[in-house]
């Protein structure tokens, strides 16, 4: 499995972002995760693609949601009210096998795309 995220780039606090990652092939889980500069990879939210349940980090909860479309094997990363504490490199991740207790966890997922940045800045 390949992914391709993108959808990437610089905005304003308070505006507007949507991230997309397409997958070579079907998965059953298929999730964000960001990482700032010094800090370690987290968590942002993940969706079933199967029956759609999503999570979400807490810091993202009502503002980001997740979104899937299994015709084209893509999910949406909808940010909405972007902080600067949202500024980060934002991976696609996917995983066939995860059990959902890990399912916030970086190491419970087989397959990472490249990483798209997001800059929210005045």
């Known amino acids: 499995v390949q992914l391709q995220a993108s959808g990437g780039g610089l905005v304003q606090p308070g505006e507007s972002l949507r991230l997309s990652c397409a997958s070579s092939?079907?998965?059953?889980?298929m999730g964000w995760f960001r990482q700032a500069p010094g800090k370690e990879r987290e968590f942002v939210a993940a969706?079933?693609?199967?029956?759609?349940?999503?999570y979400y980090a807490d810091s993202v909860q009502g503002r980001f949601t997740i979104s899937r479309d299994n015709a084209r094997n893509t999910v949406y990363l909808q940010m909405n009210r972007l902080t600067p504490e949202d500024t980060a490199v934002y991976y696609c991740?996917?995983?066939?096998?995860?059990?959902?207790?890990?399912?916030?966890?970086?190491?419970?997922?087989?397959?990472w795309g490249q990483g798209t940045q997001v800059t929210v800045s005045s």
């Open positions: 991740a996917a995983d066939n096998t995860l059990i959902l207790t890990s399912i916030r966890s970086p190491s419970a997922y087989d397959y």
């Open positions: 969706v079933n693609m199967r029956g759609g349940r999503s």
């Open positions: 092939g079907r998965t059953f889980f």
